[in-house]
């Protein structure tokens, strides 16, 4: 079942030489035992004991430290999962947890942690039996297991203030996952919201007024936020030029790529790349 992945810290490169990872997938660190210090686009993080942190996909990160009794899985999970489980919440809901994504971690209760480390460790050794095996059963019973903990999620990140309590329309609530799932796959081609509005077969008026009502923030600032966060990603994880990244990022060159950059981060891609290079090769 290649839509989710687990690893623990015994499959981590031996030496810490900080390689970089570029998750395609959502990614979750849940923290057992001893501490992470881990660099999360450009900023050093402090995981212990308890914790749970999402990155979302469009970051990077690096492990910094791991203390010598640290225990911790990491899982993967595709980002466009969410459309094919079944889940009794919101679809927004359902999008804001498959897409989980947060500055800093979440410490739920003792208890709650040792539930969700419970079934991610009976996920963890069923996805590698299901490996060896290839049993469709094994499958089914990952998707279960997974479903529980993104339940379990569900109820920590709620209890953290990080859920919209307002009842929300619901066609609104359906414009607005689509087009975020829209975004995902076409925000380095199409910056207009007229495609997506197009796509949608609804006003860009409309769009707008739906996506800010539920996600509180104006779709144009969406699609900037996921160039930018990849942009910030590949400038630091890749060897690409500024020409390579703007024509990526279908702009009509790099002077284009790097005035968009500016304006938004405040320095140019060229000094961001050198100002960040230290805080993933020291």
């Known amino acids: 079942m290649n839509e989710i992945q687990l690893i623990d810290q015994s499959e981590l490169p031996q030496k810490l030489d900080n390689p970089i990872y570029h998750p395609l997938n959502t990614t979750c660190i849940l923290v057992n035992t001893g501490t992470l210090v881990i660099n999360c686009n450009g900023t050093p993080l402090l995981l212990q004991a308890g914790n749970i942190f999402f990155i979302g996909y469009n970051k990077y990160y690096s492990f910094l430290d791991i203390s010598t009794d640290a225990k911790f899985k990491i899982l993967n999970y595709d980002r466009n999962f ?11 809901d359902a999008y804001r947890l498959i897409h989980a994504n947060s500055a800093v971690p979440f410490v739920p209760k003792a208890s709650d942690f040792d539930s969700i480390w419970t079934l991610v460790s009976a996920l963890h050794q069923n996805c590698k039996k299901a490996q060896i095996q290839q049993k469709d059963f094994l499958q089914k019973a990952n998707i279960n297991i997974f479903m529980a903990i993104i339940y379990l999620l569900a109820a920590i990140i709620y209890d953290s203030g990080e859920s919209h309590e307002a009842a ?6 359906e414009i607005t996952v689509q087009f975020l799932q829209l975004v995902a796959d076409n925000y380095k ?24 009502e539920i996600t509180k923030d104006a ?3 969406i699609l900037t936020n996921w160039l930018l966060s990849e942009a910030r990603a590949q400038l630091i994880v890749s060897n690409k030029t500024i020409n390579q990244l703007a024509q990526e990022f279908h702009f009509s060159d ?11 981060v405040g320095i140019t891609p060229s000094i961001f790349r050198k100002q960040q290079a230290s805080n993933v090769t020291n």
Do not use: G, T, W
Not at 82 to 92: D, M
Not at 197 to 206: F, M, P, T, V
């Open 254 to 264: 790099q002077y284009a790529f790097s005035k968009f950059f500016k304006k938004h």
């Open 189 to 212: 081609q199409h910056r207009e919201l007229a495609f997506y509005a197009e796509l949608l077969n609804i006003s860009i008026k409309y769009l707008s007024i739906s996506v800010r």
């Open 219 to 221: 779709p144009s600032d």
């Open 82 to 92: 969410s459309s094919r489980i079944r889940l009794s919440i919101s679809k927004y």
């Open 168 to 173: 929300r329309n619901q066609r609104k609530e």
